[in-house]
């Protein structure tokens, strides 16, 4: 697995994971005088002076800077994904660059005279972070810089620091953000933008097969004509949606693929993925920030075989709606304090932990929410710092970056400053993405639409597709009938099976000194336990467990 690990200072008093010691000492040790560096990733070098380039810039960067200011200056100049650090030797400053949205990971823990910093969170040991850990219960992801353990902060987005040798922050600026003053773009503005966003990543990867992640839906859609337009060598993973919609999913990205001519392959989910040693890694590959149980996505990254791979991540958090408000915002994503979702942390921490974590939810999303004006575009906003940088789904430069050079369409601030400057009411019900289409890529709706649960059959006409949307809404109408459905010899598409992680037996583990009482004893008497208490149960094991042994150990096949 890739991992990078940075120390700055001497003091050494900041613990590592024993996880990761393991991992690293296959990795060769770079020590200069005030820093260390171990990395699967090599760094470039000049002499001392070191450049550890995390994720993907646009355009790369070749030339090592002369020096920290330099490097200051040539940094933040870059689009794309990615976090940047490089050591000036002579001057013992430490330049970190972070880009704009902050999507690459990049963590720290900070004490006096040191510095540890890392992509992983796993790299850390440390007490449960109260806020981050309410904001997984309440959001399902943390919330600004916070992390589930305390202590380990994520970097900023769109910032450069100098960090002296004693790991004090000497310079911090903040190099750009979004202008809301600026006029709306047009559609023909936002196209220009992404179109050359797209052709700044594909100049990055000359030479190269592209693979993209091909679903029936408006992003993944978008990246296939984008890059069918630019005569882009590509092949798609197509991964079943069999148990939702009679695989509408997989239908319209098959015909998108065969009507671009892009060779793709159709994956069949299995059943026990969540009982696999796949789900495992797929849960150390994202550092088990976010409830991911059941989570269709959470299969993808197993698919994954081409060297560079596509991801929607940015059209899909700029070009759709948010909700029009902070209040419709939290009664559409915020589980609040009654509901059961909080009754299983007061079963699995005890009722004062579980008050403890919502407290500090509460004033952690009061925090972030004033930092946006309270109407859609603020929400919009909000949502990318926060949702999209902390990915719901797998967070691309987590997971899939593990395998593939990771590209999205819309990695420059042309395009992000152009996306969100187009108001809210001009993307509701996919207005704007829908505009987009017809005047630059019309044929994209020639053929439905599946997003999410919604199947829209947008400007086919084919009888075939109008066909299949009837036989489609008969048999969601059906669905609600189970008996009727058995009568007339139709079985609901299985999904996939309970987990076999959710052994309660097995989860509470041994001296569980850090859960409720009243828990462990229902568990060592065979009580029945509510489902989310499982659930949550097993995340908090799964945390620990991956900073203290391979999960593979924990759950041996």
């Not at 789900?279 to 075989?305: K, N, R, T, W």
């Not at 942390?345 to 004033?363: D, I, N, R, S, Y």
């Not at 152009?418 to 108001?423: E, H, I, L």
Request: aromatic share 10%; with cysteine.
């Amino acid at each position: 697995m890739k991992q990078a690990v940075i120390r700055l200072g001497q003091q050494a008093t900041i613990p590592l994971a024993p996880t990761t010691i393991e991992r690293l000492a296959a990795v060769p040790e770079i020590s200069v005088p005030g820093l260390t560096l171990q990395s699967s990733i090599a760094p470039q070098r000049d002499g001392d002076n070191l450049l550890l380039v995390l994720g993907t810039p646009l355009p790369a960067i070749e030339i090592i800077p002369a020096n920290w200011q330099a490097a200051m200056q040539q940094l933040p100049q870059r689009e794309g994904v990615f976090a940047a650090l490089f050591w000036d030797a002579q001057a013992q400053k430490l330049v970190i660059c972070t880009d704009v949205l902050g999507l690459q990971p990049l963590y720290w823990q900070r004490r006096p005279g040191e510095v540890v910093l890392s992509d992983k969170t796993t790299t850390f040991v440390g007490s449960a972070d109260l806020a981050g850990w309410g904001a997984f219960l309440a959001l399902g992801y943390p919330l600004g810089a916070d992390t589930l353990t305390s202590e380990v902060k994520r970097l900023d987005p769109a910032t450069v620091w100098v960090l002296e040798q004693n790991g004090e922050i000497s310079q911090q600026q903040r190099y750009w953000q979004f202008d809301s003053e600026a006029p709306a773009a047009s559609i023909d503005e936002v196209a220009s933008a992404l179109g050359q966003s797209v052709d700044l990543a594909i100049a990055a990867v000359p030479d190269t097969e592209h693979g993209i992640l091909l679903s029936g839906g408006y992003d993944s859609r978008l990246i296939a004509f984008l890059l069918h337009q630019r005569q882009v060598s590509m092949r798609a993973t197509i991964v079943s949606h069999y148990d939702e919609n009679l695989d509408a999913d997989a239908r319209f990205a098959k015909a998108i693929a065969r009507h671009l001519q892009i060779p793709f392959r159709l994956q069949l989910p299995e059943q026990d993925f969540f009982s696999s040693p796949a789900y495992l890694d797929y849960l150390a590959a994202s550092d088990g920030e976010i409830p991911s149980l059941y989570l269709f996505i959470s299969q993808v990254g197993q698919f994954i075989d081409a060297p560079v791979v596509w991801e929607g991540l940015l059209p899909g958090k700029t070009l759709k709606a948010s909700e029009a408000s902070f209040a419709a915002f939290w009664a559409a994503n915020v589980k609040d304090f009654k509901q059961p979702q909080w009754r299983a942390a007061e079963l699995v921490f005890g009722a004062e932990q579980a008050a403890a974590m919502w407290q500090a939810f509460t004033e952690r999303w009061q925090q972030e929410q004033a930092v946006f004006p309270d109407s859609g575009e603020g929400t919009a906003r909000f949502n990318l710092a926060h949702r999209a940088r902390n990915r719901v789904g797998p967070n691309p430069f987590k997971v899939y970056q593990q395998k593939a050079t990771v590209l999205m369409p819309g990695m420059s601030r042309a395009y992000l400053q152009a996306a969100m400057s187009v108001p809210h009411s001009s993307k509701q019900q996919h207005q704007f993405y829908q505009q987009l289409f017809a005047r630059h890529y019309p044929d994209a709706l020639r053929f439905p639409i599946a997003h999410g649960s919604v199947v829209s059959p947008m400007h086919s006409r084919s009888l075939v597709d109008y066909g299949f949307l009837a036989a489609l809404a008969c048999h969601n109408r059906l669905s609600r009938y189970p008996r009727w459905m058995k009568r007339l010899g139709l079985k609901p598409a299985a999904g996939f099976s309970r987990s076999r992680f959710l052994d309660p037996s097995r989860l509470a583990g041994q001296g569980a000194l850090d859960l409720n009482p009243a828990l462990m004893a229902s568990i060592e008497n065979g009580s029945e336990l509510p489902e989310q208490a499982i659930r949550l149960l097993f995340y908090w094991r799964c945390w620990q467990g991956l900073r203290h042994k391979n999960l593979r150990d924990l759950w041996p096949d």
